[in-house]
Structure formats: C-alpha cells, structure tokens
C-alpha cells in the first residue's frame, strides 16, 4: 500500500511540473519513471524509519513553508555578498552541534542547510554536522539551533 500511495505521489508530482496531459507518450514515461522510482525505494531501503503519525505529517507541510523562507533569505544574503563591491565571503567549516539522533531526522537537517545557499554539509557524524558555510552571517545562523528545532519538532513520539 505505501508503494503504491508513493507511485501516486510521485506520478501525480511529475504531472503537476510537467504540465504535460496530451502527449500519451509523456504520460507513459512519468508513469515508467514513477514506478522506477518506487521499485529502487524498496529496493535501497536506505534507512528503516518508523511509521509516522498524520500528525507528523502536518507538522512536515507546515515546516516546508518555513525552510522555503529560509531558503529565501539566505538567496538575498548570497545576492548582496555577490553584488557587494569588496565581496564579503570568508568561507569556513562550521562544527554544528546537533542533539537528533534518528538518521531520517539527520538527513533532513543536513539536506536542509544544504538546500539554503550559502552552506553545504559536507558531513554528518554523531552528535555533529560538518558544515561550509561563506561567511559568519550563515555560520551564526547555523548555531543559533533554529532548523534543529524545527526539525525536532517533526519526530514522532515514538522515536524520542
């Protein structure tokens, strides 16, 4: 059943970003591409995670609109560090202390900062993140915790 909700999914994401409803070829190749997808996910089964509660899927929606903010400042930084006439970038590697300990929950932050320019993760260990970030702007913003308990926030009660 998850397989299949998953299909639905993906299939039904594919449709939305491609716009594409007339050409049954298309529709054919989202639909292979779709269940590929599926097939390799069952397969990989990267990490055993434990079934969430609608309840952690609700706050999940909730946070995206969040990172996307996040995301958004973090792009106008990025902009006026590269506009800037002396170019403010002094790149470092941040150690980011992190008390999540699931692995879904690790991947999540650490795919988070990476998807707010200006940082990249470059590894992720027990109880740290490994951290590049382009200047002390995004350093401080990585320590100050925010993301982590927002992400926090998102774990079910059952893998606290």
Known sequence: MRSFLLFLALYGFWLILSGELKSNFLLVVGALGSLATVILCRRLSPMETPRSSPATAVRFILYLPWLLW?????????????????????????????????????????????????????????????VHALDDGPREHLLDGSMEKHIAALESEESR
């Open 70 to 130: 996040q995301v958004t400042l973090a792009n106008l930084d990025v902009i006026r560090r590269v506009w800037h006439p002396k170019l403010p970038i002094r790149p470092r590697l941040v150690r980011v202390p992190t008390r999540l300990s699931q692995p879904l929950a690790l991947t999540l932050l650490a795919n988070s900062i990476t998807l707010t320019p200006g940082t990249v993760t470059v590894r992720v260990s027990k109880g740290e993140l490994l």
